[in-house]
């Protein structure tokens, strides 16, 4: 039997300080709860250097001492149980003590990013009990079926379909068309799930932070669908689509600058001044809201009796999805190179980011710099111009409040990109 070589001294007092770590991390949680339990603020560390120097013993000595100390600790876990004061208060305790012993012997083998990620989320659901209880209590049966539906499409369809290009252009992509209809119905789900918890208003604005970083049209979509069903949250979700909007022009720096940062550089000004100009007017839309008596009305009452999985408007937005990259990339093959404005227009319609990182890599080639960072500019400008056009399917109150505000994010765009540049 091949015996590993024994870690130098630092690299020991590293491994079992990190376990250390980790194991006072869970009990810091556990001492709050320390009438309910059995361990805490002391017991938790020692345990997490009971499952490390198992692990040593077993991989330098006794190939069978870490079984041996697992099936010791848990019968001390078990009489623990049974002793009385764990029964009352549930088996919480005691399976954070077996995932604290197995976590210092996940440090032991070198898997400590892992570990540390796993006693992160442990505490995480310890210190949250009060809070997923709530939740618990207001979630009903329609929104587990709805994750089930979520995870179907997520979790089974998507990674058998095919990740490559065909028919004509060569530009239709089952896997990407579908990965719309999983965001778009994601994120109708997540700010479903997030007004819930948090309230109509702060649970819709934190949706739009995070549509923004994944698709900003995809939540436009889902969004305004939501604002005809629920006219009264108009104001809302207006400021949660043009969240979403300004989150996608600070990404698209992001890529860009990732790419070719001489482009991004031209972009700071014309995106950040876009971006910028929907952030002010944003604020002005939720400060006046605030101070509005139908900012009172409760939300919780209005969004509960609603579906919050429709499977079928996100299906549609994919197959449309798959018809503008069909018509964008037409576009790019019949202009050519001195179409670059016409093509990113249209590809904007679309996505951004295809067209954005398109640019960047041409611009490291060949390309003009600020030939690139302009037609990325009306690249998002378009975007922005078509998510304008769909809150019109949330209703005239809905248009009424972004037509205004994408108005002059596109005006200030074009004026700063192809006048002040």
């Known amino acids: 039997m091949n015996i590993p070589a024994m870690p130098e001294l ?29 361990a805490g603020i002391r017991t938790f560390p020692l345990i997490s250097l009971l499952g490390c120097t198992a692990a040593l013993i077993n991989d330098r000595y006794a190939a069978w001492a870490f079984a041996v100390c697992f099936v010791t ?29 197995l976590f210092g012997a996940l440090v032991w083998w070198q898997l400590t990013a892992l570990a540390a990620a796993l006693a992160v989320v442990t505490v995480l659901l310890l210190a949250t009990k009060r809070p997923l209880e709530g939740l618990s209590q207001r979630i009903e049966g329609r929104e587990i079926a709805a994750a089930l539906q979520f995870g179907v499409i997520t979790l089974i369809i998507l990674p058998v379909l095919p990740n490559e290009t065909f028919g004509p252009l060569d530009v239709i992509n089952p896997y990407t068309i579908w990965l719309m209809v999983v965001l778009i119905a994601g994120i109708n789900f997540v700010g479903y799930i997030l007004i819930k918890t ?7 604005g934190l949706a739009g932070l995070l549509g923004g970083l994944a698709s900003s049209t995809a939540l436009t979509l889902g969004f305004s669908r939501r604002s005809r069903l629920e006219p009264s949250f108009a104001p809302e979700f207006a400021f949660a ?9 600070a990404r698209v720096l992001v890529e ?17 001044s876009a971006g910028g ?11 006046l809201r605030r101070n509005s008596r139908s900012a009172e009305a409760c939300p919780g009452e209005h969004v509960s009796a609603r579906n ?5 408007p996100a299906v549609w937005f994919g197959l449309l999805f798959g018809c503008i990259l069909f018509i964008a990339r037409a576009g790019q093959v019949y202009f050519g190179t001195a179409g670059i404005y016409v093509s990113s227009i249209v590809t904007g319609f679309a996505d951004v980011d295809p067209i954005a990182l398109s640019l960047s890599n041409l611009a490291r080639a060949d390309l003009d710099d600020m030939i690139a960072a302009r037609g990325i500019t009306l690249a998002a400008l378009a975007n922005t111009f078509v998510k304008m056009l769909i809150t019109l399917i949330g209703g005239r109150a809905l248009f009424r409040y972004c037509f205004p505000i994408f108005g002059v994010m596109i005006v200030v765009g074009v004026f700063v990109s192809f006048v002040m540049m």
């Open 241 to 249: 689509i043009v969240v979403a909007s300004a989150v996608m022009f």
């Open 10 to 38: 630092t690299d020991l007092f590293i491994r079992f300080g990190i376990a250390l770590a980790l194991g006072l991390f869970i009990g810091f949680e556990r001492e709050k709860e320390k009438h309910e339990t059995f």
């Open 277 to 287: 100009a929907g952030v002010l007017c944003c604020a002005v839309l939720w400060f």
């Open 308 to 312: 919050p999985f429709e499977l079928w």
């Open 198 to 204: 948090l309230g109509a208003r702060q649970g819709i």
């Open 256 to 272: 860009v600058f990732a790419v070719h940062p001489p482009v991004g550089r031209l972009l700071l000004l014309p995106l950040c």
């Open 73 to 101: 600790f848990s019968a001390m876990i078990i009489t623990a149980y049974f002793s009385g004061r764990e029964r009352s208060g549930g088996i919480t305790t005691a399976v954070a003590a077996y995932l604290c012993f």
